[in-house]
């Protein structure tokens, strides 16, 4: 099998390439591969003739996006349909990866692939667009939407960081924590994605699945467990979404369930806590 890996460089890119056989593997960077450019997709496709692409590329920054939607659905909406069009030329199976925020967190409980997406953010929107493009373009996918993404490469996007790694940084800086209580996630971390990822696509079940680590919290008690598990005695203020200007709605419970997996036999997935213990014990190791 012969795995194009877009966005290789990336927080979930770096973390396929380390599941996937070498032998299997195609990575591609930025450098390599502009979605945004169909000639550029159509190209790089028919000279790998891939089996499989992993699509990770995206316009992550949900508050910039309110003001810069264009750039968000020119990534998130028209790259990723450059993608599957250049897929269904060469017949390749596509993996699209999506997001919490294709719900309003409205529900109250967990939100299954069968509950319908009502998107609150430009950033919500440009990703359920993806969505719906990967869908109606190829018959042979996967779509999976996972939440609150950390891994040891971090996210290009946001300066090669993530949520774990800020929260350290302000620590050791000495500054004042407050971190919000009011909106509930399941944090997960790349390197259980990408394995579960790994797993699916050997299979012939396509479609759309969820794929986070099992449990939920608060960002706050997110915040709370990262310095409890990194031996640091912090005092996390606890703070609601209102006390936050921000541009982007963000869902009040945005919570996944992996019932898609379950289905097929491949919901196995550790909590949250677990992953992370996994994570910072990897990072201290590093």
């Known amino acids: 099998m012969k795995i194009v890996i877009i966005g290789a460089d990336g927080q979930l890119g770096h973390d396929l390439c380390r ?15 502009d979605i945004t450019d169909p000639v550029k997709c159509d190209q790089i496709l028919n000279k790998y003739l891939p089996d499989v692409v992993i699509n990770t590329a995206a316009y992550h920054r949900v508050d910039d996006s309110e003001e810069n939607d264009l750039e968000a659905y020119r990534v998130n909406a028209h790259g990723v349909k450059n993608v599957a069009l250049a897929c269904q030329k060469v017949k390749a199976v596509m993996v699209h990866l999506s997001t919490d925020y294709v719900f309003d967190g409205e529900k109250g409980s967990l939100y299954i692939e069968a509950d319908i997406p009502n998107p609150k953010t430009a950033y919500g929107i440009s990703k359920l667009a993806g969505e719906y493009f990967t869908k109606y373009i190829l018959d042979r996918h996967f779509i999976i939407r996972t939440s609150g993404l950390y891994g040891r490469a971090g996210c290009l ?21 407050r971190v919000v209580n009011d909106e509930m996630i399941s944090p997960t971390y790349t390197l259980d994605l990408a394995q579960k990822i790994n797993e699916l696509i050997r299979t012939k079940h396509f479609g759309l699945y969820h794929i986070t680590n099992n449990g939920q919290c608060s960002w706050w008690e997110f915040a709370v467990k ?23 709605h963000r869902p009040k419970f945005s919570v996944l369930d992996n019932h898609g997996l379950r289905k097929i036999g491949l919901g196995e997935m550790r909590k949250w806590d677990e992953a992370l213990q996994a994570y910072l014990k990897e990072k201290k190791e590093k």
């Open 19 to 33: 599941v996937i056989d070498e032998n299997e593997q195609i990575p591609l960077t930025l450098k390599d591969i």
């Open 157 to 177: 996007g946001k300066g090669g960081s993530n949520f774990v790694e800020n929260m350290l940084q302000k620590a050791r800086a000495g500054q004042k924590i």
């Open 226 to 248: 990262i310095f409890e598990l990194a031996g640091l005695r912090i005092e996390v203020e606890k703070v609601s979404s209102g006390s936050y200007q921000t541009k982007a």
